[in-house]
């Protein structure tokens, strides 16, 4: 869709209705790449923080990182702020402040500021600069901003981080961040910038290491991982002598990674800040950390069966997933599945028909398509990446309403994975399993 690019009369944001028409005007795909826009938005709206901000970037785990960092905040009883994307149904999802929505009385108001100053902003950039203003009045003591696709050219690369935390980085979006791995890595090493203090970073790739650490060198800016930390506190290691310290609030065993670097980018915050390490708020944080889609497990309830929903997207969350069910030992009693058509989804439909031929399973597999998106692969294309039996639905909502015929062993959970965008169609249904508060 076209984006906008004329000055905005504030008369147009009354409620959220008017606010949610006109960023779906903007189109939620459409991008303009540089930060030329979001500097503006800085100049002009005073946009400045004086709390620590952890910016998180990457290709897997961004989300769950982010989440376990905020839950922590949350557990030290600090003030915490977080900015995620994308949303699953409404944009409120996106900024939370002490894990609670904004009410939707001030996104009209915070639209109207930042519009009123910067009218040529994309989608992105204006939820981006929306979430700056909302954090600035609420007086945070830690934010916590989930970067978009890149790092380079993403609008929360404009907003000053203190410290700056590198989940997995993956082939993904190759068409605007590049083909190589090292040129994705090279992109998203843009999010060490000047006023970094410090740069955490999960186990990666060497490739993408030594791009990451050339940058941090060339900046001066400390560059930590779990190899090179020394004397870590035994209460920053989600493993002691080979035993798990702490429970996790999000399940799979990708989550073990993601976990530790949010406990590793948490000590280093604790030393810049000399805050104190609390196990007791540690082991509370990675417990009570909720995220919607990751290996959610959702119980048996009336005739609807169990169901387990992940938005594995690419390869390497597809593989965490079915590495999960396995590692847990459940049986599902189906898989409903579709993706997008940039997301190689043959390679997606071969690690799942494998997980099946692994472990001797027969279960039906639904395939369908995801609605009103223009990068959805089309069922029956989809349908025909299979070498196993597959049957093909037109939407989710109809596989929805017969489901509870389809599975016989209701306990037994339905996996219904591919992609957010899915999960979404799902989400639309059923609103309360997003767990919002207000």
Excluded at 3 to 32: I, P, R
Excluded at 133 to 139: D, G, I, N, Q
Excluded at 366 to 385: H, P, V
Aim: glycine share 6%; net charge negative.
């Amino acid at each position: 869709m076209k984006h906008c690019s004329c000055k905005v009369a504030n008369t147009q944001f009354k409620t959220f209705e008017d606010v949610e028409k006109y960023l779906d005007s903007l189109g939620m795909f459409h991008m303009e790449l540089g930060l030329e826009r979001m500097e503006k938005a800085k100049f002009l709206l005073g946009l400045q923080f004086t709390c620590p901000i952890f910016h998180v970037v990457g290709t897997n785990g961004k989300g769950s990182t982010a989440t376990f960092l905020h839950s922590i905040a949350l557990s030290y009883g600090f003030r915490a702020g977080i900015f995620t994307s994308p949303h699953f149904v409404t944009p409120l999802e996106r900024i939370k402040m002490n894990d609670r929505l904004l009410p939707k009385p001030a996104w009209a108001s915070l639209i109207m500021e930042a519009t009123d100053v910067v009218p040529d902003l994309t989608y992105f950039e204006l939820l981006t600069v929306m979430s700056v203003l909302a954090f600035m009045y609420s007086e945070p003591d830690v934010l916590v901003y989930e970067a978009g696709l890149g790092a380079k050219n993403d609008a929360t690369t404009a907003i000053p981080a203190n410290i700056v935390v590198f989940t997995p980085i993956a082939f993904d979006h190759t068409n605007l961040l590049g083909e190589s791995l090292e040129e994705i890595a090279e992109d998203k090493s843009y999010a060490i910038r000047e006023g970094v203090q410090a740069v955490i970073s999960a186990p990666q790739d060497p490739r993408v290491e030594s791009v990451l650490q050339a940058r941090a060198k060339a900046l001066h800016i400390p560059f930590y991982t779990m190899d090179t930390v020394s004397g870590l506190p035994d209460c920053m290691k989600l493993f002691k002598d080979g035993t798990q310290q702490y429970e996790l609030g999000l399940k799979g065993k990708h989550q073990f990674e993601n976990a530790q670097t949010a406990l590793l980018a948490w000590y280093v915050f604790c030393c810049l800040y000399k805050k104190p390490l609390e196990g007791k708020a540690l082991a509370e944080g990675l417990a009570t950390a909720f995220i919607p889609g990751r290996f959610q497990q959702i119980k048996a309830k009336n005739d609807m069966p169990a169901l387990i929903l992940d938005g594995a997207h690419n390869e390497h969350s597809l593989q965490s997933l079915v590495s999960t069910l396995e590692s847990e030992k459940i049986i599902p009693s189906a898989f409903v599945f579709s993706c997008l058509k940039d997301k190689e989804p043959h390679k997606l439909a071969a690690l799942l028909e494998a997980f099946l031929k692994r472990n001797k399973l027969s279960v039906p597999v639904y395939i369908t398509e995801i609605q009103n998106n223009e990068r959805a692969m089309k069922a029956g294309e989809l349908a025909e990446l299979f070498t196993v039996p597959v049957t093909v639905f037109p939407s989710l909502a109809e596989i929805l309403h017969v489901l509870p015929e389809l599975v016989q062993e209701k306990e037994k959970p339905c996996v219904i994975c591919g992609s957010l965008y899915l999960l979404s169609e799902f989400f639309k249904q059923y609103p309360e399993k997003l767990q919002l508060a207000y």
